[in-house]
């Protein structure tokens, strides 16, 4: 069996999801487990209403609830002939009532906490997988909708649960893997759970991947597919870098540090699941299921000795994060001591904030945060031991490839290219891992950045004047 997971641009309306049953039920034969996203925008949406409740703007919440009611009962509409449609408009009133109950529970109480609010956005998948098993039943599949919520069993960590790994596994085999044996079609929802006690929770933004390759990790999939609007992983932002291109092949490796460092087609997490398995990973484009996306694999399987013209051997995809904050530590209590490190980071740690890239001399470190979130608070902690200086506005890079270190030239040829383009770097991170080089500039600079790099590893065109690239 595979695991095809939609995002939700591929099921924003009646003709996206026509185009999904068309995309599985060509892989019918497959037994397909179907992973779906609520449709573009419509979690947003449910959140700007949870919101204007709780801010007492009743009418406003409403408002935005009855745009959203028209939208999912015109997709229904449209997609279905009257005996299905019949069932999705019944279960569609329901719902809308309950949220109606929703907004004015909390705007009463004038709160909005994280259960409540997971409860306003697990209605965007349900509502994309009650219209989705109605298509197939009305083109003549066997298709069933398991409720997420049976299966996926997660921590009370409202809005960005933990599954329940052992509990989801056994609830999977039992719930979804008979309809599998049956040779039935099976549709549930991504980014969406609930605690043991049967209450509703969500997986954080980009959950819906990592419920495709959980659910395909525990019922052994062949391949998880991850469908969505770009045709597999690029080599760069494809909104910066026009003629970006995909890449047709990578590790699991390569494919967790590009989704760390920025890369949208992929959650971070979401390939963890099948890197324990050694499950095949395929990133398509929904709108052109023809072309072959992705495959990310356990294993690099293409050479590594030596750099192509275009680095193709080496250089993978180019990621890159902006928002980025370095934080300059500087002490002399540094020489020849220890423990300093050791108190810094255990500020960082009191905070729970996260460090990306790290760079240290004898009497000083520099670091980067891409949340300042209780920054103020980690300065004047930090402030007691050392001199701090905090330096916002930066972007981080990072060029990834399997086997780099093992390569002539890759760095040269990254930092040539930048000087070339008229671009200072402020911090590098090197030897980490294999795979890849991190720095990090200012954040003005990324466009061009991005261009000089792409066209020196997959264009070879020369930018010659800053003007050009920008």
Not at 227 to 232: E, K, N, P, Q, Y
Not at 311 to 327: L, Y
Request: proline residues 3%; contains cysteine; glycine residues 8%.
């Amino acid at each position: 069996m595979i695991v095809m997971k939609f995002g939700g641009t591929s099921v924003k309306d009646a003709g996206a999801l026509q185009n999904v049953a068309s995309i599985v039920m060509a892989r019918g034969g497959k037994k397909p487990l179907v992973v779906l996203s609520a449709g573009a925008g419509v979690t947003d949406t449910l959140i700007s209403i949870a919101r204007r409740a709780a801010e007492t703007d009743t009418k406003s919440a409403l408002e935005y609830l009855s745009h959203l009611r028209e939208r999912q009962f015109t997709t229904a509409k449209t997609l279905l002939e009257d005996e299905y449609r019949h069932n999705v408009l019944q279960a569609f009133t329901q719902q809308f009532e309950e949220l109606e109950m929703l907004i004015k529970g909390v705007s009463i109480l004038q709160e909005l906490t994280p259960r409540v609010l997971d409860h306003f956005m697990s209605f965007g998948e349900q509502w994309s997988c009650l219209l989705f098993e109605q298509k197939l039943l009305q083109e003549g599949h066997n298709a069933e909708w398991v409720d997420s919520r049976e299966v996926m069993i997660t921590d009370d960590d409202y809005t960005k649960s933990t599954p329940q790994f052992d509990i989801t596994e056994n609830r999977s085999r039992q719930y979804i893997f008979p309809i599998i044996q049956k040779n039935h079609i099976v549709v549930t929802q991504g980014f969406i759970g609930s605690t043991q006690q049967g209450i509703t929770t969500t997986l954080g933004r980009g959950g819906s991947d990592y419920t495709a390759a959980i659910l395909g990790s525990f019922l052994d999939a062949e391949e998880i597919q991850i469908w969505t609007d770009v045709s597999g992983v690029l080599t760069a932002n494809p909104t910066i870098v026009p003629d970006a291109r995909p890449v047709r092949e990578m590790t699991f490796n390569e494919a967790a540090e590009l989704a760390y460092f920025g890369a949208k087609v992929l959650h971070p997490s979401t390939i963890l699941p099948a890197i324990k398995k050694k499950i095949p990973v395929r990133v398509l484009n929904s709108h052109q299921p023809d072309d072959d996306g992705t495959l990310i694999t356990a294993n690099n399987t293409q050479p590594t000795t030596g750099i192509l013209p275009n680095g193709d051997n080496v250089v993978k995809s180019i990621a890159h994060r902006s928002g980025i904050t370095i934080i300059r530590i500087q002490s002399t209590r540094m020489l020849m001591a220890h423990g300093f490190l050791a108190k810094v980071f255990e500020i960082f740690a009191k905070y729970k904030k996260s460090v990306d890239v790290i760079a240290t001399s004898e009497v000083g470190i520099s670091l980067t945060i891409d949340d300042r979130t209780g920054l103020d608070n980690i300065v004047k902690e930090l402030d007691e031991i050392a001199d701090v200086h905090v330096d916002p506005d930066k972007a981080v890079f990072s060029i990834v490839g399997e086997n780099m270190k093992k390569a002539h030239g890759v760095a040269g040829r990254v930092f040539t290219a930048l000087g070339t383009a008229g671009i200072n770097v402020e911090l590098i991170s090197h030897g980490g891992s294999e795979i890849n080089l991190t720095f990090v500039i200012k954040e003005e600079q990324v466009k061009r950045a991005l261009l000089a790099l792409h066209d020196e590893f997959f264009t070879q065109r020369k930018i010659h004047s800053d003007k050009e690239s920008q």
